[in-house]
């Protein structure tokens, strides 16, 4: 079974018009206890909104947005490096505080990866990224989760133009 490193990004509102964001890593087996890479990051979400039909574009401007403070992008970067390029796969997990319920509104899932050289793939379609997003709650009684008789499933196909072409 492939070992996974974790990633964590956490966003919580700073101020009117920005959000802190912390970066924790760490490595499968290690002992160490990294302190969190903190940034600021600043979403427009009017942008976002009118890049909502075009999901390359909306994936780019989120990452540019999220990773805008070059240090937390080098850091991203160092840390997705050392989890992939050591046949790892590395467990992504965007924790979103109750401090900023609006950033719940955004495509994270359209989330293009930022690293250099990678501007183009889908930063949750590589399949060595595992990516969740969490809510985070002050309370702590059980969760039961749903029997499976109980599940349902939404399943939304899409509606190529170039169907002919795999006829």
């Known amino acids: 079974m492939a070992d ?12 009117a018009e920005s959000y802190l964001v ?46 805008s403070d070059g240090r937390l992008l080098a850091k991203f970067e160092l840390f997705c490096g050392l989890a992939l390029d050591n046949e790892e796969r590395l467990r992504l997990r ?8 609006e950033l719940h509104s955004l495509r994270w899932e359209m989330l293009r990866d930022p690293r250099e050289g990678h501007q183009d793939s889908w930063l949750i379609a590589d399949e060595r990224i595992v990516f969740s997003r969490y809510l985070r709650s002050s309370d702590w009684r059980p969760v039961k989760l749903k029997s499976r008789g109980q599940l349902r499933a939404l399943v939304a196909v899409a509606n190529p133009s170039d169907t002919a072409a795999y006829g």
Do not use: C, W
């Open 94 to 101: 965007l924790f979103i505080d109750r401090s900023a319920p």
């Open 4 to 15: 996974y490193s974790d990633l964590e990004i956490d966003l919580s509102h700073r101020d």
């Open 22 to 67: 912390e970066l924790r890593f760490t490595q499968p087996g290690s002992d160490v206890d990294n302190p969190p890479e903190r940034g600021v990051a600043s979403f427009n979400f009017l942008t976002l909104r009118t890049l909502i039909f075009q999901p390359q574009r909306y994936g780019k401007e989120l990452a540019r947005m999220l990773f």
